[in-house]
């Protein structure tokens, strides 16, 4: 490599990390000018929806049938998660009681 080679190269380097730091400048006020944006629009949503469905505190039968059910749904889980886990446990016990010692030769036939 000659001289001229070597000043292309570190021009490019310096390219490189001007860029590199004005993208990441530039890219950070991009991003907050588009946070600032999209809460904005989301807070124009939220006042668009809470006047069309009206008070947010009312319960309607089908939404209070709909968490019992789900209620109802999470018990049934949590009595079947701990049979099973009963069951885990008895097998895990009676494979303990039938397992060889560690320093048993296997039989050959």
């Known amino acids: 490599m ?3 080679e070597l000043i292309s190269l570190a ?11 004005l993208g990441t400048l530039f ?17 124009r949503v939220v006042a668009i929806e ?3 469905s009206g ?17 109802q749904a999470i018990e049934h889980h949590a009595a079947a998660t701990e ?8 097998q895990s016990a009676a494979a303990a009681t039938s397992a060889k010692p560690a320093n048993s030769t296997p039989t050959q036939k």
Request: aromatic fraction near 6%.
């Open 2 to 4: 000659n001289g001229l």
């Open 11 to 21: 021009g490019y380097a310096l390219a490189l990390a001007g860029g590199f730091a």
């Open 27 to 43: 890219g950070q006020k991009l991003v907050a000018d588009v946070s600032a944006g999209l809460r904005a629009l989301e807070l």
């Open 50 to 52: 809470s006047a069309f």
């Open 55 to 71: 008070s947010s505190t009312q319960t309607t039968a089908a939404s209070t049938a709909a968490t019992a059910a789900h209620s």
């Open 83 to 90: 049979k099973l886990a009963a069951a885990v446990a008895g």
